[in-house]
């Protein structure tokens, strides 16, 4: 499957985007998706997941309540709504997907347990 984000851009802090991962080559149902996150000279961050089961969604307690993870089945695509923005969040934000199923909040937030990568979009927040 390939992955392809969109959607950032610069925002003053309070601000909102809305970040899109469109899927193609296989139905976004099959996965479980994931937000990254990764800002100059740190280490790639998890954001948010929604498992492919369609009920379970997991967020980094930095995020929580400021982000939210959704997907349309039917676009084929998986978003992030970004509200209350802060500079902190300023970074290259990246989709990724799993195939396992059923592997919780430890196993999605783990970079190396995803199976595909889109390319990131970058985020920049300014205060």
């Known amino acids: 499957v390939q992955l392809q984000a969109s959607g950032g851009g610069l925002v003053q802090a309070g601000g909102s985007l809305r970040l899109s991962c469109a899927a193609s080559?296989?139905?976004?149902?099959?996965?479980?998706v994931a937000w990254f996150r990764q800002a100059p000279g740190k280490e790639r961050e998890f954001v948010a997941a929604?498992?492919?089961?369609?009920?379970?969604?997991y967020y980094t307690v930095s995020v929580k309540g400021r982000f939210t993870i959704s997907r349309d089945n039917a676009k084929n695509t998986v978003s992030l709504q970004m509200n209350s923005l802060k500079p902190e969040d300023t970074a290259t934000y990246y989709c990724?997907?799993?195939?396992?199923?059923?592997?919780?909040?430890?196993?999605?937030?783990?970079?190396?347990?995803?199976?595909?990568w889109g390319k990131g979009t970058q985020v920049t927040v300014s205060s």
């Open positions: 929604d498992a492919w089961n369609g009920g379970d969604t």
């Open positions: 080559g296989r139905t976004f149902s099959d996965y479980a």
């Open positions: 990724a997907a799993s195939r396992r199923s059923l592997g919780g909040a430890h196993y999605y937030s783990t970079p190396t347990h995803m199976d595909y």
